[in-house]
Protein backbone atom coordinates (compact mmCIF):
# COMPACT_ATOMS: atom_id res chain seq x y z
CA UNK A 1 0.00 0.00 0.00
CA UNK A 2 2.54 2.85 1.04
CA UNK A 3 4.48 1.73 -2.51
CA UNK A 4 1.43 1.95 -4.16
CA UNK A 5 0.50 5.43 -2.35
CA UNK A 6 4.16 6.83 -3.34
CA UNK A 7 3.80 6.04 -6.79
CA UNK A 8 0.86 7.55 -6.93
CA UNK A 9 2.27 10.79 -5.33
CA UNK A 10 5.34 10.96 -7.93
CA UNK A 11 2.69 10.78 -10.40
CA UNK A 12 1.07 13.15 -9.48
CA UNK A 13 3.90 15.58 -9.18
CA UNK A 14 5.06 14.74 -12.23
CA UNK A 15 1.32 15.70 -13.74
CA UNK A 16 1.40 18.85 -11.94
CA UNK A 17 4.79 19.79 -13.20
CA UNK A 18 3.93 18.77 -16.52
CA UNK A 19 0.78 20.96 -16.12
CA UNK A 20 2.95 24.58 -15.14
CA UNK A 21 5.24 24.06 -18.04
CA UNK A 22 2.39 23.60 -20.37
CA UNK A 23 1.24 26.47 -19.10
CA UNK A 24 4.17 28.40 -19.48
CA UNK A 25 4.80 27.04 -22.93
CA UNK A 26 1.36 28.52 -24.09
CA UNK A 27 2.23 31.63 -22.16
CA UNK A 28 2.64 35.12 -24.31
CA UNK A 29 5.80 37.01 -23.50
CA UNK A 30 5.91 40.52 -22.13
CA UNK A 31 7.55 43.34 -23.45
CA UNK A 32 9.04 46.75 -22.02
CA UNK A 33 7.55 49.87 -22.14
CA UNK A 34 8.97 51.68 -25.59
CA UNK A 35 11.57 54.36 -24.63
CA UNK A 36 10.27 58.39 -25.35
CA UNK A 37 10.46 60.07 -28.48
CA UNK A 38 13.56 61.86 -27.23
CA UNK A 39 15.88 58.60 -26.26
CA UNK A 40 16.84 55.50 -27.99
CA UNK A 41 17.19 52.91 -25.25
CA UNK A 42 15.55 51.23 -22.54
CA UNK A 43 17.86 50.33 -19.38
CA UNK A 44 15.71 47.74 -17.56
CA UNK A 45 19.20 46.10 -16.28
CA UNK A 46 20.42 49.09 -15.41
CA UNK A 47 23.80 48.60 -17.43
CA UNK A 48 24.20 51.64 -19.14
CA UNK A 49 26.06 54.79 -17.40
CA UNK A 50 24.98 58.32 -18.02
CA UNK A 51 28.22 59.42 -20.38
CA UNK A 52 27.37 56.18 -22.65
CA UNK A 53 23.19 57.06 -22.01
CA UNK A 54 24.21 60.40 -23.93
CA UNK A 55 26.21 59.34 -26.20
CA UNK A 56 23.53 56.37 -27.50
CA UNK A 57 21.48 59.40 -27.85
CA UNK A 58 23.49 61.13 -29.74
CA UNK A 59 24.50 58.60 -32.23
CA UNK A 60 21.10 57.27 -32.70
CA UNK A 61 19.40 60.36 -33.16
CA UNK A 62 21.86 61.36 -35.58
CA UNK A 63 21.67 58.39 -37.45
CA UNK A 64 17.47 58.30 -37.66
CA UNK A 65 17.80 62.01 -39.05
CA UNK A 66 20.77 61.21 -41.54
CA UNK A 67 19.03 57.68 -42.85
CA UNK A 68 15.79 57.77 -41.56
CA UNK A 69 17.43 54.19 -39.67
CA UNK A 70 15.37 53.88 -36.13
CA UNK A 71 18.81 52.36 -33.86
CA UNK A 72 16.82 51.14 -30.38
CA UNK A 73 18.82 49.44 -27.23
CA UNK A 74 17.20 47.55 -24.66
CA UNK A 75 18.69 45.81 -21.65
CA UNK A 76 16.63 43.22 -19.14
CA UNK A 77 17.42 41.62 -16.08
CA UNK A 78 16.45 37.96 -17.35
CA UNK A 79 14.51 36.36 -19.96
CA UNK A 80 12.21 35.06 -17.21
CA UNK A 81 11.03 38.42 -16.25
CA UNK A 82 9.70 39.06 -19.18
CA UNK A 83 7.66 35.32 -19.18
CA UNK A 84 9.87 34.24 -21.95
CA UNK A 85 11.88 31.86 -20.29
CA UNK A 86 11.20 29.45 -23.36
CA UNK A 87 12.44 31.48 -25.30
CA UNK A 88 16.22 31.83 -27.08
CA UNK A 89 17.82 35.61 -27.18
CA UNK A 90 17.19 35.65 -30.64
CA UNK A 91 13.21 35.08 -30.26
CA UNK A 92 12.64 37.54 -27.82
CA UNK A 93 14.75 40.03 -29.91
CA UNK A 94 12.18 38.90 -32.94
CA UNK A 95 9.23 39.08 -30.98
CA UNK A 96 10.52 42.48 -29.16
CA UNK A 97 10.99 43.92 -32.56
CA UNK A 98 8.08 43.55 -33.80
CA UNK A 99 5.75 44.41 -30.97
CA UNK A 100 7.39 47.65 -31.19
CA UNK A 101 7.20 48.24 -35.03
CA UNK A 102 11.39 49.48 -34.84
CA UNK A 103 12.03 51.60 -38.52
CA UNK A 104 9.05 52.68 -40.55
CA UNK A 105 7.16 49.89 -42.91
CA UNK A 106 8.49 51.47 -46.35
CA UNK A 107 12.31 51.79 -45.06
CA UNK A 108 12.43 48.79 -42.94
CA UNK A 109 16.01 49.10 -41.77
CA UNK A 110 15.51 48.75 -37.93
CA UNK A 111 18.20 47.64 -35.89
CA UNK A 112 17.71 46.83 -32.32
CA UNK A 113 20.74 45.55 -29.90
CA UNK A 114 19.04 43.49 -26.87
CA UNK A 115 21.44 42.59 -24.05
CA UNK A 116 19.66 40.15 -21.18
CA UNK A 117 21.84 40.31 -18.21
CA UNK A 118 20.76 37.38 -16.42
CA UNK A 119 20.74 34.71 -19.27
CA UNK A 120 24.28 36.69 -20.34
CA UNK A 121 23.27 36.80 -24.21
CA UNK A 122 22.98 39.74 -26.51
CA UNK A 123 21.29 39.90 -29.61
CA UNK A 124 21.33 42.34 -32.56
CA UNK A 125 18.39 42.21 -34.75
CA UNK A 126 17.69 43.75 -38.16
CA UNK A 127 15.02 44.92 -40.13
CA UNK A 128 13.79 42.49 -43.11
CA UNK A 129 14.86 44.77 -45.51
CA UNK A 130 18.12 44.13 -44.54
CA UNK A 131 17.81 40.58 -45.98
CA UNK A 132 20.51 38.32 -44.14
CA UNK A 133 22.59 40.64 -46.22
CA UNK A 134 24.93 41.70 -43.15
CA UNK A 135 25.28 38.88 -40.54
CA UNK A 136 28.72 38.67 -41.07
CA UNK A 137 29.14 42.53 -40.39
CA UNK A 138 27.08 41.85 -37.10
CA UNK A 139 28.67 38.85 -36.01
CA UNK A 140 32.27 41.75 -35.81
CA UNK A 141 30.23 43.92 -34.33
CA UNK A 142 29.10 41.89 -31.47
CA UNK A 143 32.50 39.14 -31.41
CA UNK A 144 34.68 42.40 -31.59
CA UNK A 145 33.10 45.21 -30.05
CA UNK A 146 30.29 44.14 -27.82
CA UNK A 147 31.63 40.96 -25.92
CA UNK A 148 35.14 41.59 -25.43
CA UNK A 149 34.08 45.03 -22.63
CA UNK A 150 30.81 42.80 -21.34
CA UNK A 151 33.67 39.86 -20.76
CA UNK A 152 35.79 42.61 -18.86
CA UNK A 153 32.44 43.46 -17.32
CA UNK A 154 32.61 47.31 -18.66
CA UNK A 155 28.55 46.75 -19.99
CA UNK A 156 27.98 50.32 -20.56
CA UNK A 157 31.43 50.78 -22.70
CA UNK A 158 30.69 47.73 -24.59
CA UNK A 159 26.87 48.78 -25.57
CA UNK A 160 28.19 52.18 -26.85
CA UNK A 161 30.69 50.42 -28.88
CA UNK A 162 28.06 48.22 -30.62
CA UNK A 163 26.06 51.19 -30.98
CA UNK A 164 28.85 53.23 -32.56
CA UNK A 165 29.18 49.30 -34.79
CA UNK A 166 25.86 49.40 -36.08
CA UNK A 167 25.87 53.20 -36.68
CA UNK A 168 29.23 52.49 -39.02
CA UNK A 169 27.92 49.82 -40.38
CA UNK A 170 24.59 51.52 -41.51
CA UNK A 171 26.05 54.79 -42.99
CA UNK A 172 28.38 52.05 -44.91
CA UNK A 173 25.58 50.45 -47.19
CA UNK A 174 24.54 51.15 -50.21
CA UNK A 175 21.52 51.91 -48.87
CA UNK A 176 18.26 52.84 -51.56
CA UNK A 177 18.35 56.47 -51.66
CA UNK A 178 14.85 58.18 -52.13
CA UNK A 179 14.83 59.22 -56.05
CA UNK A 180 15.31 63.05 -56.81
CA UNK A 181 11.28 64.48 -57.29
CA UNK A 182 11.00 65.29 -60.36
CA UNK A 183 10.73 68.92 -60.33
CA UNK A 184 14.22 69.68 -58.56
CA UNK A 185 15.65 69.45 -61.66
CA UNK A 186 12.87 71.41 -63.65
CA UNK A 187 13.13 74.09 -60.73
CA UNK A 188 16.77 73.89 -61.54
CA UNK A 189 16.31 74.39 -65.61
CA UNK A 190 13.53 77.22 -64.70
CA UNK A 191 15.56 78.80 -62.16
CA UNK A 192 18.90 79.38 -64.43
CA UNK A 193 16.77 80.93 -67.12
CA UNK A 194 15.14 83.18 -65.12
CA UNK A 195 19.11 84.40 -63.64
CA UNK A 196 19.94 84.73 -66.92
CA UNK A 197 16.59 86.59 -67.75
CA UNK A 198 17.28 88.52 -64.50
CA UNK A 199 20.82 89.79 -65.25
CA UNK A 200 19.85 90.46 -68.78
CA UNK A 201 17.37 92.95 -66.52
CA UNK A 202 19.93 94.28 -64.65
CA UNK A 203 22.32 95.39 -67.86
CA UNK A 204 19.64 97.41 -69.38
CA UNK A 205 18.17 98.97 -66.04
CA UNK A 206 21.19 98.92 -63.52
CA UNK A 207 20.03 98.78 -59.11
CA UNK A 208 16.39 100.80 -59.95
CA UNK A 209 15.10 96.76 -61.61
CA UNK A 210 13.45 94.28 -60.07
CA UNK A 211 15.69 91.60 -60.94
CA UNK A 212 17.94 91.73 -57.18
CA UNK A 213 14.41 91.23 -54.93
CA UNK A 214 13.78 88.21 -57.50
CA UNK A 215 17.43 86.84 -57.47
CA UNK A 216 17.36 86.73 -53.74
CA UNK A 217 13.60 85.05 -53.80
CA UNK A 218 14.76 82.31 -55.63
CA UNK A 219 17.71 81.53 -53.80
CA UNK A 220 16.24 81.03 -50.53
CA UNK A 221 13.30 79.31 -52.62
CA UNK A 222 15.79 77.18 -54.27
CA UNK A 223 18.05 76.59 -50.88
CA UNK A 224 14.97 75.60 -48.88
CA UNK A 225 13.34 73.52 -51.77
CA UNK A 226 16.74 71.12 -52.19
CA UNK A 227 17.46 71.17 -48.50
CA UNK A 228 13.67 69.23 -47.74
CA UNK A 229 14.56 66.98 -50.93
CA UNK A 230 17.90 65.83 -49.67
CA UNK A 231 16.32 65.15 -45.98
CA UNK A 232 13.68 62.90 -47.63
CA UNK A 233 10.86 63.98 -45.56
CA UNK A 234 11.76 63.48 -42.08
CA UNK A 235 11.50 59.96 -40.41
CA UNK A 236 8.71 60.11 -38.29
CA UNK A 237 10.38 59.00 -35.21
CA UNK A 238 11.90 55.31 -34.71
CA UNK A 239 9.09 53.43 -34.17
CA UNK A 240 7.25 53.30 -37.69
CA UNK A 241 5.67 49.75 -38.16
CA UNK A 242 9.10 48.28 -38.92
CA UNK A 243 9.10 44.50 -38.88
CA UNK A 244 12.26 41.66 -37.94
CA UNK A 245 13.69 39.13 -39.91
CA UNK A 246 16.75 41.11 -41.58
CA UNK A 247 19.12 39.16 -39.88
CA UNK A 248 21.61 40.06 -37.39
CA UNK A 249 23.60 38.25 -34.59
CA UNK A 250 23.71 36.40 -30.94
CA UNK A 251 26.28 36.55 -28.51
CA UNK A 252 27.28 35.41 -24.86
CA UNK A 253 29.51 36.16 -22.47
Given at each position: ?151 SGRFSEGILAGVRGLDAMARGLALPKKKTPWWVPV ?60 GGASGSW
Amino acid sequence: MVSVYRSSKVAGLIAAWLCVVSLQAGAQPTFPEKPSREHFFVDEASMIEAPQRAEIDKVAAALLKDEQIGLIVVTIPSLLDYNAGGFSIQQYAQALFDQWGIGSKDRNYGMLLLVSKGDRGARIELGRTWAGTHDAQSEQIMDQLILPEFRSGRFSEGILAGVRGLDAMARGLALPKKKTPWWVPVLFIVSIALIIGVIVNLFKTGRKGWGWALIAALGVMLFFMLRSAARGGGSGGAFGGGFSGGGGASGSW
